[in-house]
């Protein structure tokens, strides 16, 4: 069950850097970030995949040297898009047309509508909205790896502009949002492995209106 699952998970503090997650798990995790649902179908973000040992030691040097990036086996890193621009929108409502074979008008009015606003708006706005889209993908793929038995620690702890310098996202119009190192746990170094799980109780957290 998928909340046996959740209650299994915990943001690991100490991966064993001898254990490798298989790539069949790791494309799974990432498949469930891209079939996550966002926002008009956008999807405003992209995944990578960070296995390069002298990369992942730069990321963790600006990420408060936090040792999973590099005990973990594979780094996910959730990049936003910086902007939405008309490129960016046609591009996805042009694959839907060419996907299911057909134009729709009432589709096709809503493409014009998302092209006469978004485009115009702030970037910093446009990138805001990419980002919480990101999220969700962020959620998804943290439960498929629970559902893998993969332990993955999501991290803000981090610098955005140095990790975009790092990996060149600035020059594909991305942004860092959020990244998740993926491993197994190594329970005699993790402070966090046997204490309980914290959640405000049902009464402080659901408003149920009859
Ligand atoms: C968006 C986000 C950013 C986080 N950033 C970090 C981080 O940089 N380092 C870390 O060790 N944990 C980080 N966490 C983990 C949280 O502290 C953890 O999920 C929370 O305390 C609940 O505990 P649990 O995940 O172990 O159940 C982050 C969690 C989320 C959702």
Do not use: C
């Not at 981090?158 to 310098?165: C, I």
């Amino acid at each position: 069950m998928l909340l046996e699952k959740l209650n299994w998970r915990y943001a690991t503090k100490k991966m064993d850097p001898a254990k490798t997650v298989s790539d069949d798990k790791v494309e799974r995790i990432v498949e469930a970030a891209r079939l996550a649902p966002t926002s008009s179908g956008l999807q405003p973000f992209e995944v990578y995949v960070v296995t390069n040992p002298e990369v992942r030691e730069k990321i963790k040097a600006i990420a408060w040297n936090q040792a999973q990036i590099t005990d973990g086996s594979h780094l996910l890193v959730f990049a936003a898009w910086d902007n939405y621009t008309a490129d960016r929108i046609n591009h996805m409502f042009d694959l839907v047309n060419e996907v299911r074979g057909f134009r729709n008008e009432g589709w096709e009015n809503y493409r014009q509508m998302l092209l006469a606003s978004y485009p115009q708006r702030d970037a910093q706005l446009n990138y805001e909205h990419a980002a919480r889209q990101a999220y969700i993908a962020v959620g998804l793929s943290l439960a498929q790896a629970a559902f893998e038995e993969v332990d993955a620690t999501p991290m803000e702890g981090f610098d955005p502009a140095s990790l975009d310098a790092i990996l060149g996202l600035g020059e594909r119009g991305l942004r860092s949002v959020v990244i998740i190192p993926l491993g197994y746990r190594q329970p005699e170094g993790d402070w966090l492995v046997n204490l309980k799980k914290v959640r405000r109780p049902r009464d402080q957290f659901v408003t149920d209106v009859k």
